[in-house]
């Protein structure tokens, strides 16, 4: 499928990185030269160099034949500008990012609506509510949602004295009587998907999933959990702060934010009502401690430096403060940062290029059951899908156990109305249903992908 | 370095040629040859020794960088050409190992300088290959596996840059490998239509399919004695319109499959190269008039001859060797020049030219204008700094080579004509010089070193200088 990204800094190369590993045909659009060099030199990608919104470029880059058109430079005019005109010359859909914190909701989508704008992308705000989402539930590395909310996924690390490890997944269940299922297991290299007599490690990373309620009891039974966080230090005035704040201020927590910049720091405080701002350097360990660092339930560094993050968050792990996220870019150092011990490390940029491949493989399957929501899992070893099946699914009211499926396969979940079923063999699926399904090593675009 | 990908990188390529091998054995068959013997004994030596290779370089780490990509361009068309000259020295039909492998140089390489001084004695078969050596050279041997191969290397960009000649490697679309594919198409359908022109015109078949490898990878080997002389007008023209053909950039080729007339028409290079053939053709015409009885005869003689040189293919109709020094003169410069960037031909190449005029010119403006802010265009777009340090640093290194060669061969004992033109025809990758390797003369008078020096000015020229010199830079292979 042949799809032009416009922008090529940290989010467009990395969009760029996971849909030339989809084998998309892509075109990367760069006003740099030397940024479309250093691309094409990478990647296995074509490169034109100009303004996403000169049509002289996108005539370049052929918009006129593109199947997704995405303009993700820093600039929304622009980015939604580059779209109109895409759409305009014939690209059959468009993507634009656009986060400048001033434009409302409706305004984005009553822009959207007249410039015929498939999606708009905002990589801040979703990655703020990853870490919401994480910083909900301390007790899990990652945590993604499904089906609008009320079907979770969490991944929890095991640590040595966890109650867990030496338990085969048949005496889990057997000893704790909720609806889950462990779904995918991380093994050091290796990524499982496992069987009822897979035994449970120390070490071991485990993706859970539950109905959303049922989740938070499940996790108290097994005594993973802490309490979900109260009061929360934020490093750093970023975009991303401020849609965190704004979350966690809405759901009742304490917010304090320490930033360097005196101007940012007023425009916070002037627009977060309830959020204590600091100005101060926040490497400054004595301000950390001044603040109260260690009566905290939660610390996210989330400063524009990768290397200033990991230090910090080492730095608040070892103060003792329960849950602590790091913001990394690059994902060498998000490597490095695993190796410190630090098990929390979000990326702004998974969580965009997870929308990405997913919107490219819900085009790729036309028909059927389409794609609803796409997850990378234990760093990319691993997806989690969600599908409506529809009517035309071949294997509707089949039970699961006499569906073949391909291996690495797993349905994890049905959503059906309000209801969600942790599926066993005698469930079966029916039309309209949300099918959660997990797999390890193979690429998903419709449903009916997981029938050998 | 990652030298287990360089390493499975040859494995698959000398498989590849063990393919390639199966054409020429078919001949022979179909023509129940002697040769087929050392054709199939090659042929299940590059399988073993491919299959070794590949089973020695298996690795999971597949990412490569421009080292490599040179690093095993180089190293493939050597032992290409080490493995290819292998029949006809099997054979016997070429009793000298050092003839053989500067002929499957020459082959490769698309020069079409022989050794060979009776074709007429040699077997089908071999004469087959010696051709198809050509054809495969043109386009590339690697493009190829990049064309067939799934899955052949992460970056593989690079490998394509070491291999295609010209300053600037773009691609078609965004793949590699559909690049790759798309270049290939254009080169088998413009070799099928030839072929059927040629059989059109009462060309036997065996003939036509050997001289389209010849003009279509500019290589210019025939297997009569006066090459293409004894063939009536009409081929004549047919092979002087295809190897202009395939004298321009294939991109071109590929604007006006896709219908991008006014992306295609923007290519000044090949307008260029179009207006050079015109004047040239002129000129040679004009000053060759009172040789020949007809205008018509004279017109056909110059265009082929200038077709011939400059995309450095070296057929002829005539030998050029008796022309009047100006005309001469002319052919000589036409070897510098080449054809164009991303075509199969060799030379300094059209575009290298054109933007090393333009620095000439810029760097005029600097003495009247010290303080002018220049830059370098070249189709519209302008180019970087790199790019304009690529292509001077590239002229001093062909300057230098040349005359290093140059050098070399000299020590040998011909008049300064010959060697001059000797090796200016093989670092261009032409074929027949003027004097002693005329075009109805052949190489092998020359002495082995020579050969061998010879062999290398081929491949320098073909791969464009860099690659094969950073074989010879030691921080190449160090593990630093």
């Given amino acids: 499928m042949k799809i032009i990204i416009v922008g090529c800094g940290k989010i467009g190369t990395t969009v760029i990185q996971s849909l030339v590993s989809e084998d998309h045909d892509v075109v990367a659009v760069d006003w740099d030269r030397n940024v479309v060099n250093e691309i094409t030199n990478i990647y296995d990608v074509i490169g034109v160099c100009g303004s996403g919104a000169d049509c002289e470029t996108l005539r370049e880059a052929d918009a006129a034949h593109a199947e997704l058109f995405a303009s993700l430079t820093g600039n929304d005019e622009v980015n939604m500008l580059a779209c109109f005109i895409a759409k305009r010359m014939g690209a059959r859909h468009t993507i634009a990012r656009v986060r400048n914190t001033g434009y409302s909701e409706q305004s984005i989508g009553y822009m959207r609506q007249q410039l015929d704008i498939s999606m708009t992308v905002n ?163 004595e301000l950390l401690m001044e603040e109260g660092l260690t009566r905290m339930d939660g610390f996210v560094a989330l400063t524009g ?148 | 370095m990652n030298r ?37 004994l090659t042929a299940g030596g590059c399988v073993l020794a491919g299959a070794l290779l590949m089973l020695a370089g298996r690795t999971k780490n597949r990412v490569i960088y421009a080292k490599e990509g040179f690093l095993i361009v180089s190293l493939a068309w050597i032992s290409l050409s080490a493995l290819g000259a292998l029949p006809f020295f099997i054979s016997g039909e070429i009793p000298n190992y050092i003839d053989a492998f500067f002929e499957t140089v020459s082959g490769f390489t698309t020069t079409g300088a022989s050794i060979l001084t009776n074709l007429e004695k040699m077997s089908r078969g071999l004469l087959f290959w010696r051709s198809f050596t050509h054809w495969v050279g043109g386009m590339g041997v690697l493009v190829f596996i990049m064309a067939i191969v799934p899955n052949v290397s992460e970056r593989s960009i690079h490998i394509i840059r070491a291999e295609m000649p010209g300053p600037i490697v773009g691609k078609l679309v965004p793949r590699v490998k559909d690049t790759a594919k798309i270049l290939y198409l254009i080169y088998i359908g413009l070799t099928v239509l030839e072929i059927i022109l040629l059989v059109a015109g009462k060309m036997p078949l065996y003939d036509s399919i050997v001289h389209t490898f010849g003009t279509a990878g500019t290589g210019g080997f025939g297997i009569k004695g006066d090459s293409i002389a004894s063939y009536s007008p009409y081929l004549q023209w047919v092979i002087t319109v295809f190897m202009l053909l395939f004298g321009i950039n294939f991109n071109v080729f590929y604007l006006l499959l896709a219908r991008r007339f006014r992306a295609a028409a923007k290519s000044t290079e090949v307008w260029t190269y179009l207006a050079i053939v015109g004047v040239s053709v002129a000129a040679i015409a004009v ?191 160090t593990k630093k």
């Fill in chain 1, 123 to 285: 990589p801040e705000a979703l990655s703020a509510q990853e870490l919401f989402h994480i910083l909900r539930l301390p007790g899990a590395v990652n945590m993604e949602t499904f089906s609008r909310r009320s079907f979770e996924m969490a991944e929890f690390k095991l640590r040595a004295d966890s109650p867990l490890s030496g338990m085969t997944l048949a005496d889990m269940r057997r000893r704790y009587k909720a609806n889950f299922l462990v779904g995918v297991v991380q093994r050091g290299e290796n990524v499982y998907i496992p069987d009822g007599s897979f035994t449970l490690r120390d070490g071991d990373r485990i993706g859970l999933t539950a109905d959303a309620a049922e989740m938070m009891k499940l996790i108290r039974l097994m005594g993973i959990t802490q309490k979900q966080a109260k009061s929360v230090m934020i490093i750093g005035a970023s975009r991303t702060a401020f849609y965190l704040a704004k979350m966690m201020l809405a759901g009742g927590a304490n917010v304090k934010i320490i930033e360097k910049d005196k101007e940012r720091c007023r425009t916070f405080s002037e627009s977060l009502e309830g959020a204590v701002i600091i100005n101060g350097d926040g490497a400054r360990q």
């Fill in chain 1, 305 to 452: 430096m990768d290397e200033e993050n990991i230090l910090l968050s080492y730095y608040a792990q070892e103060a003792g403060v329960p849950k602590v996220i790091s913001k990394v870019n690059r994902s060498e150092f998000a490597l490095m940062a695993d190796k410190l011990g630090l098990e929390c490390v979000v990326s702004p940029k998974k969580v965009i290029s997870d929308i990405f491949v997913r919107y490219a493989r819900a085009l790729r399957s036309s028909i059927g059951s389409k794609i609803e929501t796409l997850y990378k899992l234990m760093d990319g070893r691993a997806e989690a899908l969600e599908f409506i099946a529809q009517s035309d699914f071949k294997y509707l009211h089949v039970p699961l156990k006499d569906i073949m499926l391909r291996p690495n396969m797993l349905i994890a979940g049905i959503i059906r109305g309000r209801k969600s079923i942790i599926p066993t063999g005698e469930d079966v699926i029916t039309a309209g249903d949300r099918v959660v399904v997990l797999t390890a090593r193979s690429r998903m675009s419709d449903l009916s992908d997981m029938v050998r």
């Fill in chain 2, 4 to 40: 287990r990908m360089v390493i499975f990188t040859l494995g698959q390529m000398v498989l590849l040629e063990a393919v390639l091998l199966l054409l020429p054995i078919l001949v022979s068959a179909l023509y129940g040859e002697a040769c087929i013997k050392a054709l199939a």
């Fill in chain 2, 287 to 477: 000053n060759i008039r009172h040789m020949y009885a007809t205008i018509a005869e004279t017109v056909r003689l110059s265009a082929f001859q200038v077709a011939s040189i400059i995309t450095t293919t070296g057929y002829s109709t005539c030998d050029f060797n008796l022309w009047p020094g100006f005309s001469k003169s002319v052919l000589l410069v036409l070897m510098f020049i080449g054809a164009c960037a991303g075509s199969t031909g060799g030379g300094l190449k059209g575009s290298r030219l054109m933007i090393l005029v333009k620095m000439g010119r810029n760097e005029l403006r600097h003495l009247i204008h010290p303080r002018s802010v220049t830059t370098v265009k070249l189709e519209g777009k302008q180019l970087d700094a790199a790019t304009l340090h690529n292509v001077a640093n590239y002229f001093i290194l062909y300057m230098l080579a040349f005359f290093s060669l140059f050098l070399a061969v000299s020590l040998d004992r011909f008049d300064i004509e010959t060697d001059f033109s000797a090796v200016a025809a093989c670092f261009n990758n032409i074929g027949p010089g003027f004097g002693a390797v005329g075009p109805a003369a052949s190489y092998a008078a020359y002495s082995p070193l020579s050969k061998i020096v010879l062999s290398l000015a081929m491949l320098l020229g073909r791969l464009e200088i860099f690659p094969v010199i950073l074989m010879f830079v030691p921080s190449t292979w």
